[in-house]
Every structure is written in C-alpha cells, then in structure tokens.
C-alpha cells in the first residue's frame, strides 16, 4: 500500500466525522454530520490538544472511479502533521476505520494523499478514485500528529468514544484518552458513482490447451458478486484474464478450493448447483441476446443460448473448447487441496451469431462479459463472486457486466511470437 502523506499544520480546523478506534475495527454510528453545501461537510471536530477541524468539502460532490477527488481544509499553523486518507467502508451501510498501522486487510482500494497542496490558508488532498471500486460510498479520514505522538479524537459527529466512553458533562474520561491512539476523525462519507469493470483484452496467441505451463497469469480477482467487496479468504480467491485471437476469445483462470468438488459427469448437468464457473457474454448495446458457459473442476460442461432475459434454450450446443488441471482430488473431503486451473475458448462465430458482438473482431472493440465462480464451503450454502458485481442477486443481471476492450498484443506475446 502507498505510504499516506503527512501535511504540516497550524491550528487544524477542518470538515468531516471524527471517530476513535480502539484496537479492533469500530463501526461507525449512525448519526453522520450532513453535508450543509454540495460537497460540504460540516463539524467542529475535536483533538484531545483542542484542535478544531471545522469542515471539510468534496470535490466532485459524487466521486467516480479512475478520476481525481480533492479534499480541502481550512487551516491555521501550528507545526502539527496530519494525514487525510480515501478508505472503501467493509460493507455497504456500515463503514468502519482502522487504526493507521493496521488497515483493512489486502485491500487495495484504500490510500492516501499522493498530491498535496497549501494555499491562503486552504490544504487540498487530492486522491485518484481506484477503478473497481464498486461500493456506492467512500470514507475521508484524516489523523492529527503533534511532536510524533498521535492525537485522539474525542468529539465530533460522528465521535466513536473508546471503551471507557465520554462523562456525562461530554468531556473524554482520562481513561478513554488512553486508549483512543491511532483515531481517525471520519470527515466526510461521500457517494461514489457506480461504474463497471472495464479490462483490456490483450491479443494473444491461440491457447494450447495440452501446455498449462504456456497459460497466461490471470491478474484480476473476483469480488463478491452482489457488492463488489474484495474477498479476503485468499484460500477462495480466483483470478481470470482475458485475451482474443482472431479466432476466440480466450479466458484463463485459477480457482484456490481446500476442497474441490463437483459431482456431475454430464454435458449440460445443472452444474451451477455444486461449484462451478460461470462465463457470460453479450454485445455491448442493447440487444437481449446472450450466451452462458459453465465449467466445473472435472472440466464438464454446461451451455446455454438466450434470446432474452432467462429465457434460455439449453438444448444448444456450443463448439467452445475447454481444459482444466487440478491441484488435489476432486470429491475427496478427507484431504485438503489447492485448487484448479482453466483456459477456455469462445468461437467468435458463435458469438456473432448468437449476440450482437460484431465480426470480425478487430482492436478497439467492445463487448460486455461477466465471470462467476459458484463455491460451497463445506458443501453447503453457496457462495458466489463474480469479475464485475451483479449488484443484485441475480447472475443474468447485465447492468454492471464488465466491458472488455480488445487491445492490442501483450508484451509477453509478442515476445513468444
């Protein structure tokens, strides 16, 4: 993660929600500061030192991913340091914050100020919202530091009071202020603007389904297919990549399982009722028209045309190819495996034909597509993540599907050309 950035302060008086974490994470409470203007949040929020931030603004008043959010405080001297971060909350409706020294677990969407500016008494954070982002809010969080020693927030709206909690009077109990290091003041919750997955398929060569060893790294992970939160069991991870020929497009995988299972045989057995992965594909307008792919760990198959919303013919065959590899044994609970890997093909012929992605299919081309893996710990309830969130529990829901871009040759294929 990139290291925050700590901005020389006078007498801080800034905008947003202060809060306290102790040790564990601390869920924020329910009465959040209200923003008075667009984009204004307002305080005061109070440092153990007396320190006032007395409001923050937000700009743009809706943050979106892959673009520039400033964050501005008034300010005063003081010699004080202080620090302004871009947190994601854990789950949509409850934020929590973290102690600096002990952020959200791999969690790649949380940073801190890498550009930072100091004008007529004004200091602006500006931040690049990640892309994937996928939750509908943000936190702004910032921290005081005076002579290195971390302030303790202990007032605000958004206040968290640590385990000994404020005086009936409302001021902190010594007791409390002992413990509160390490607090963030919550400055501002703004919204972020819903924007799906956006991947670049590289060109590539033809996929040797008989050579594991020759399949492309995946390098983008699956979240959790309702709200696009990262998943942080690494043991359920998977990864995908995405690559076209003139011929198909190609997706490769790797599926981390303790204990794969699938116990299907058949072509087109319900496979989406074990543990599975799922490939969808439509054009990127506004044709109906899809196609659906399923694979499992014993590199059965399931295939369906659609003509539109669920409404699927899966008598339909189609003429991808597929090859899987597995790190362990399918169907043996006793033991504990890695996982599998998978490269598949997509016949563009079918694809042009059965949807409205266009053919031939050349660099710049768009088309919407979505991956989901079906998991089921210990063989019970289902679990499912997905390259781009559905945002609804609903697989066929193609609002937020991923867009992929066919770009061009990769370096690594042109170089084994």
């Known amino acids: 993660m990139r290291a925050f950035a700590w901005l020389k302060l006078a007498a801080v008086t800034l905008g947003g929600c202060g809060d306290v974490v102790p040790e564990a994470p601390t869920a924020l409470r329910?009465?959040?500061s209200v923003a008075r203007l667009p984009g204004q949040w307002d305080g005061p929020w109070v440092f153990a030192n007396g320190t006032e931030l007395?409001?923050?603004s937000v700009d743009p008043v809706e943050l979106i991913p892959g673009e520039t959010v400033a964050i501005t405080l008034p300010v005063?001297?003081?010699?004080?340091s202080f620090a302004v971060g871009l947190l994601p909350p854990r789950v949509q409706?409850?934020?929590?914050?973290?102690?600096l020294d002990k952020p959200p677990p791999r969690d790649a969407r949380a940073g801190?100020?890498?550009a930072i500016e100091e004008d007529a008494g004004l200091l602006r954070a500006r931040f690049v919202v990640p892309l994937g982002w996928h939750a509908r809010s943000a936190v702004v969080v910032a921290q005081l530091r005076c002579r290195d020693e971390l302030v303790p927030v202990v007032g605000g709206p958004r206040a968290a009071w640590g385990p000994g909690g404020p005086t009936r009077d409302g001021e902190v109990a010594p007791t409390t202020a002992a413990r509160v290091e390490g607090a963030h003041a919550v400055l501002a919750t703004p919204l972020v603007a819903r924007?799906?997955?956006?991947?670049?398929?590289?060109r590539g060569e033809p996929v040797r389904f008989d050579d594991p060893t020759t399949w492309p790294a995946p390098e983008h992970d699956l979240v959790h297919s309702l709200d696009g939160e990262p998943n942080h069991r690494r043991r359920r991870a998977t990864r995908v990549g995405v690559s076209w020929t003139p011929e198909a497009l190609q997706v490769f995988g790797e599926v981390n399982d303790r204990d794969i299972w699938s116990e299907y045989q058949v072509q087109d057995d319900p496979l989406y009722r074990q543990e599975a992965v799922e490939f969808f594909v439509r054009g990127i307008d506004e044709d109906p028209r899809y196609l659906e792919y399923e694979l499992s760990a014993r590199n059965v198959t399931f295939d369906a045309r659609f003509s539109s919303y669920r409404q699927g013919d899966e008598a339909w065959d189609s003429a991808w190819r597929t090859a899987v590899t597995v790190d362990g044994t399918v169907n043996d609970a006793r033991d504990r495996d890695r996982g599998w890997q998978f490269a598949v093909a997509l016949p563009w012929t079918e694809l042009c034909a059965s949807t409205s992605v266009s053919c031939r299919p050349s660099e710049g081309d768009r088309l919407r597509f979505n991956v989901f893996r079906l998991e089921r710990p210990r063989r019970k309830a289902q679990r499912g993540y997905a390259l781009s969130p559905t945002l609804r529990p609903d697989f066929h829901e193609w609002s937020n599907a991923a867009v992929v871009e066919l770009g061009p040759w990769s370096t690594e294929s042109r170089a084994s050309r």
């Not at 005063?76 to 004080?80: P, Q, R």
């Not at 409706?93 to 102690?99: C, D, G």
């Open 112 to 114: 801190w100020a890498t």
């Open 54 to 56: 007395p409001r923050v």
């Open 76 to 80: 005063d001297s003081s010699g004080c």
């Open 30 to 32: 329910a009465d959040a």
């Open 195 to 202: 924007r799906a997955t956006h991947l670049i398929a590289s």
């Open 93 to 99: 409706a409850r934020q929590e914050v973290y102690p």
